[in-house]
Nanobody
Framework: QVQLVESGGTLVQPGESLRLSCAAS????????IGWFRQAPGKEREAISC????????IYLDSVKDRVAISKDNDVNMVYLRVSNLKPEDTAYYYC???????????????????WGKGTAIMVSS
């Protein structure tokens, strides 16, 4: 079955960087679009970035578009999100998600995603 397991979240100070990881199983990563959402306390879940099967990617969240980079390693079925220059407003749970489609056409809306990990938390505080 499809499984997504995120890791890498932790407490950091403003200005630091983190790389989040998502271990994917139960599907073929090089045939599937996959990406990241985040949800801050009291706020709706929002799409950050998606990578299509062939490696093309999109960033949807304006507040992080100059500070995030999505990548993947098909050989080990891992997806990554690097977030730089972290700010207190980046504090949230970060989720890996997929709808098992090839491209990121439907990725912007969380309701379109069929599979989710349990999330990993980033807390940015001095």
């Amino acid at each position: 079955q499809v499984q997504l397991v995120e890791s890498g979240g932790t407490l950091v100070q403003p200005g630091e960087s983190l790389r989040l990881s998502c271990a994917a199983s139960g599907f073929t990563l090089n045939r599937t679009a996959i990406g990241w959402f985040r949800q801050a306390p009291g706020k709706e879940r929002e799409a950050i970035s998606c990578m299509a099967k062939h490696g093309a990617w999109d960033i949807y969240l304006d507040s992080v578009k100059d500070r995030v980079a999505i990548s993947k390693d098909n050989d080990v079925n891992m997806v990554y999100l690097r977030v730089s220059n972290l700010k207190p407003e980046d504090t949230a749970y970060y989720y890996c998600a997929t709808d098992l489609q090839k491209y990121c056409v439907n990725f912007r809306r969380s309701s379109n995603m069929n599979y989710w990990g349990k999330g990993t938390a980033i807390m940015v505080s001095s």
